[in-house]
């Protein structure tokens, strides 16, 4: 296959970690036979700083032009003070939205080699977890109405959730299906004693579910999920829920995983065009440091071959890569808390992972 990818290498720590993952990318393409063209855009920071906007049309248009987006990550104290709407983050939802990328599927395992990196106790941890959290991307309370007003006791900020049956309705059967591929669990998890989006949410998850008779539903309230998920993460297959409690619960998952530096994500829409990030930030205090993990960026990468083209020994391969590094015991900063482990920098793990896909 002949694919264009766009590059948004971001702000912090995205450039090199999204420099390792093309560098694995290629090595793929050498392997099996295919070739990537890999065109820059400007996202975040960066393109505040070049051009005073966080997301220029040009990158819009770029990443509508190509097969699929791999994203580093945006953000950094530089541009904490700016605006809402001039913020880098602001680029994120941005493209999100502009690519129709309505589904994120944030998968959190256990690796069995980094056991001992998990906060959790070994007996909570012992058969290890693999879940795949399924967040509603471009709705909810991120993209409802917001502003300013005059209340009760003077100025007042607000912002809406808001959800239609047919944004449930789509982010549900991906569930369905996911877990149809799966260990055939969904838990759909709400407010649902509190909030009407909630009580639509889940009316709107079991109407959907009629059509998956062969996968079982349950609801969860995400303040028990909170709890849930470091009590007995294992009980957990495929997760279901909105735009802010999968932005929540994806980054405890990640951490009871041992590190947000191991998490990738795959953001869908209706057509073969995705982005994949991993779901870490830009981590600016390490940045231009050659510390950071890769591996996050890396699987997102593995995931694009999978999800956007359909390449499964290729994904698989660099995912078998990664496994093996771990299990050889070669670690980055951020995974390495053994005695007599040196840490590798993020292109000495970028090479080790190259090195398995000889
Ligand atoms: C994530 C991030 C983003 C989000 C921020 C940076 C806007 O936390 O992808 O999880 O909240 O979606
Ligand atoms: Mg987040």
Known sequence: MNLNIALLKGDGIGPEIVDSTVRVLNKIGEKFGHSFTFTPYLIGGCAID??????????VDGCLASDSVLLGAVGGPKWDTLPGNLRPEKALLGIRSALGLYTNLRPAKLYPALKNDS????????????I????????????????YRQGKYGEEAYDTECYSRLEIERIARVAFEAARKRRKNVISIDK?????????????????????????????????????????????????????????????????????????????GDTSRG?????????????????????????????????????????????????????????????????????????????RILSCLD
């Not at 070049?50 to 990158?59: I, M, Q």
């Not at 591996?295 to 020994?313: D, K, V």
Request: proline letters at 5%.
């Open 192 to 268: 649902a004693n509190v909030l009407e989006t909630s009580r639509l949410w889940r009316k709107t998850v079991h109407e959907v579910a009629k059509d998956y008779p062969d996968v079982t539903v349950s609801d969860m309230l995400v303040d028990n999920a909170a709890m849930q998920l470091v009590k007995n993460p294992k009980q957990f297959d495929v997760i279901v829920t909105s735009n802010m409690f999968g932005d929540i619960l994806s980054d405890e998952a990640s951490q009871i995983t041992g590190s947000i530096g191991m998490l990738p994500s795959a953001s869908l």
């Open 119 to 130: 906060p959790l106790k070994e007996s909570v941890v012992a058969e290890g977890f693999d």
């Open 132 to 147: 795949m959290i399924v967040r509603e991307l471009t709705g909810g309370i991120y993209f409802g109405e917001r502003g």
């Open 275 to 351: 982005m994949y990030e991993p779901i870490h930030g830009s981590a600016p205090d390490i940045a231009g440091q050659n510390k950071s993990n890769p591996i996050a960026t890396i699987l997102s990468g593995a995931m694009m071959l999978r999800y956007s083209f359909n390449l499964t020994a290729e994904a698989d391969a660099i995912e078998k890569a990664v496994d093996k590094v771990l299990n050889d015991g070669y670690r980055t900063a951020d995974i390495c808390h053994n005695d007599g482990v040196e840490p590798l920098s993020t292109d000495e793990m970028t090479e």
């Open 50 to 59: 070049a051009t005073g906007e966080p997301l220029p049309k040009e990158t």
